[in-house]
């Protein structure tokens, strides 16, 4: 289970630096999230952290279980 929360926090973090480096570069932010919200730039770096934590959780798991083997 925590494996594929890993995946669902690489794609969330995917989105969250999509939408700070659209706006960074662009004049609004890129990826699916800015299709339904409007998500200030602070709010897609927390969009971004949040999916990296998520992530690096789901892959200690993996971690753990290679260790268990």
């Known amino acids: 289970m925590r494996e594929l929360v890993g995946i ?3 794609v969330i973090a995917i989105q969250g630096a999509l939408g ?3 706006r960074i570069v662009g004049e ?3 990826g699916l999230l800015q299709q ?3 998500i200030p730039t ?3 770096v927390g ?3 949040v999916g990296l934590v998520l992530a690096l959780w789901g892959e200690s798991a993996r971690i753990a279980r290679r260790k268990r083997v």
Do not use: L, R, T
Request: proline share 11%.
């Open 8 to 10: 669902a926090g690489i």
């Open 36 to 38: 339904w919200f409007d």
């Open 20 to 22: 700070v480096c659209g």
């Open 42 to 44: 602070p709010g897609y």
């Open 47 to 49: 969009i971004a952290v």
């Open 28 to 30: 609004k932010p890129w």
